[in-house]
């Protein structure tokens, strides 16, 4: 089954980016929030973005206007009953997700496939809270999702071979590079870089240099875009810390467990770019300035 009309639950960051690729790749799209504040906040960060891609001549306008075309949005849950695919991006939680499937399973038919965008929660513990657990995947997209080309497809032990399929065929006609793995806390890519994220921390805590010279280390000697502190102010500190948690809470080892000062920093409300302050201060975001943290 080619999907051809997916649901898309939450339009805030991910959500919204999610909606606006699919839309941009031919597909059509029903975007569903709570309330229609909240709809109008995320098509709005829609129209910034393509705005953006216009102006750098990645997309043009006769593009963006068919794409717009191909958006929805709905406060109502009922309005995703025609979806051959619905995928969740809201909060990073695991009731509510699950809720929200249970929900779904009352007005999807049994040819919907589930797909969650969650970047750290167990996907076999959402699929077992629904009545189709085989029609069940994770799909994580990464920020900002119409630009980066990955996306993790993970699988359980009950997804049905022929709905991995369809989904990793549904990702490549979205232009997305898709890497397949399996139902283990932080998959591929969480797995690998949040110890890396932490272990700088570590080391800013215990004095083995600067804010600036860890990420010049790390940017000019590995060749990464961005350091390992600048990285965590982009994708915020909250977010960092509450996925280590997560993922020492499965795995028990030194390397997943959140260094203190990280969490004196995400109890103070210093979460990076979006607070205005994390390990740099953004009162000018094109000039961040190193804090003093230590």
Known sequence: MAVEKIGVVGCGLMGSGIAQTAAQAGVQVTVREVSKELLERGFANIDKSQARLVQRGTLTAAEREAARNRLQGTTKIEDLADCDMVIEAITEQIEPKKELFRALDSVCPPRTIYASNTSSLSITEMAVATQRPARFVGLHFFNPVPIMKLVEIIRTIATDPKVYEEVTAFAAKLGKTAVRTSDRTGFIV???????????????????????????????????????????????????????NIMFDEFKERRFAPPPLLKRMVMAGWNGRKSGRGFYEYSDPENPKPMSVV
């Open 190 to 244: 969480n797995r690998l870089l949040v110890p890396y994220l932490l272990d700088a921390v570590r080391a800013l805590e215990e004095g083995v240099a600067s804010v600036p010279d860890i990420d010049q280390a790390m940017k000019l000697g590995c060749g990464h875009p961005m350091g390992p502190l600048t990285l965590l102010d982009f994708v915020g500190l909250d977010t960092t810390y509450y996925i280590a």
